[in-house]
């Protein structure tokens, strides 16, 4: 749930700032957890995956005007912007 427009632009930026300020850490700690197979095997985008909806869960606690219902929520964007960011990749 967003409020606004207003909200999503300022959503989307805390997910920006959040995601820049300790999406690394996430990542590496999850890494770190899954003993780098992910990694290794080529498949790090899962890893960031999750560490993305770990951040939009951050966000949403601190935000008023942004909901999520759950964790299963926050993954499915956290795909949508791993695909978006894809995409963009392969267009630049």
Excluded: C, H
């Excluded at 805390?14 to 957890?33: A, D, K, S």
């Excluded at 499915?76 to 695909?83: D, E, N, P, R």
């Amino acid at each position: 749930y967003i409020k606004d427009n207003r909200a999503a632009i300022y959503t989307a930026l805390w997910i920006l700032v959040v995601g820049f300020l300790i999406g690394w850490l996430l990542t590496f700690i999850l890494n770190i957890l899954t003993l780098g197979l992910f990694w290794l095997v080529g498949l790090g985008i899962v890893i960031r995956t999750i560490a993305y909806a770990v951040v939009i869960e951050i966000v949403d606690r601190f935000m008023e005007d942004f909901e999520t219902k759950g964790f299963l929520p926050s993954l499915m964007l956290s795909v949508a912007l791993a695909i978006a960011w894809g995409l963009a990749d392969m267009i630049g």
